[in-house]
């Protein structure tokens, strides 16, 4: 993405920031795996507006080709690199693999930056990006960290599942970017023809459901400020179909771990009774009460947000006790959309999963209580991995003898083709819905 920003501000400071920004999102902890918007932008506040876009765009093909630096360090040298020198090397791997500028100023611009970070280091930077251009297709056939762009354990656990290929395949390109339309219908084909200049393809189970191309700041995109749209991927835009069967006037829903606000505007184009949005995070929530002031002319039901850590008590007195339907889009270690957050594998380990499969049981076990007889609990993550997904619900059905399994799409692997120009395709995800049987 090259842009203005390029004019403005040389390749090597945008490199730079992004070094940051790769740093931030590898070091950040938090118990959601994929963390938050704002963690991602922490370091954007020293990044000149007009930059922003081109610097994300570095440090995502930066994280992409982490596997591939490491490999190409681990042949090349039996020196130690420092952590930032690291995420500069991957930085400048992720611009020469797909031709960002010509070869000579990627590599030329990659050594400036390097004078910022060790500047005893430059000959260092320059003989390992020479070399890594004689060696690239060599590398990337014959390295499993390069193959699948992930530590050793994460490979291994992907081969167990049976889930190698179709990783490889899908989850290490950039994602397809996805609206759904929330206007009214009868706004929608001057909604389209506005888009004309753009491409763009309708989901073929959903005609609220759009993949557009290119990818491009909301704010551009024709409608925002009428509220007419807003960007989710198709996977996570399943629940509407899992909705329709709902006695909506006589329902009360919670969404468990609602922030920032996704599933929750799904439920909310139903007319419920009521919409309750908990998440222990009040700056995810701030994100969810500002969207829906943008949205709010088209929604049925305005959810009342509630800030809470599920399973702690006291529960929350300004919020009912029970609920007919309860949406837990559960804490997950985020495999289905590495492609998104290509960090992922990087910053979690096999005990950090394990604590994530046992926060998704006590979380199940513990919302089942507030869900009224005859009540329905949808259980969604953003995981292919099947511990968090098929594996924990039989676990739960074994332990809970009030509970039927209904229908539900089950695990969603991520996909990716191309319709024309247009990229089409969905993230990895895993559905199941499961009703409380009257005693």
Known sequence: MKGDAEHQSPLWQLMLWAVAGVVHRLSTQTKHPVGSREEAEKPFLEVPEHARAAVLDLEAYGLRSLGLTQTHLARFSTRATAESLRYLLAI??????????????????????????????????????RSFLFVEQALEKDSDEALFNAPQWWRRHLVRAGLADIYRKTCLLPPPFCLRYTGPDILKKTWLKELSGLGFRMHWQDEKTFWLTPARSVHKIPGYSQGLFRVQDASAQRLAGLLESEKVQTTDVLDACAAPGGKTFLLAEH???????????????????????RLVPWLKVSPSVVVHSLGE???????????????????????????RHPEIPWRQTPRSLSELIETQARLLTSLWERLRPGGKLIYITCSIFPEEGEEQIKKFLLAQKNCQRLSAPGVILPSHQEYGDVPIGEDGFFYARLAKVPS
């Open 92 to 129: 400048s791997l992720g611009a020469l693999r797909r031709s960002y500028r010509p070869n000579y100023v990627v590599v030329d611009q990659t050594v400036k930056a390097c004078e910022h970070l060790s500047s005893h280091s430059k000959g260092f930077v320059n003989a390992f990006l």
């Open 271 to 293: 007319g419920f009774r009521s919409l309750w949005a908990m998440d222990r995070s009040e700056q995810r929530l701030d994100r969810l009460r500002a969207e829906t002031i």
């Open 313 to 339: 008590a006291p529960w929350p007195e300004s919020c009912p006790k029970q609920f007919d339907l309860i949406v837990l889009d559960a804490p997950c270690s985020g495999s289905g959309v590495v492609r």
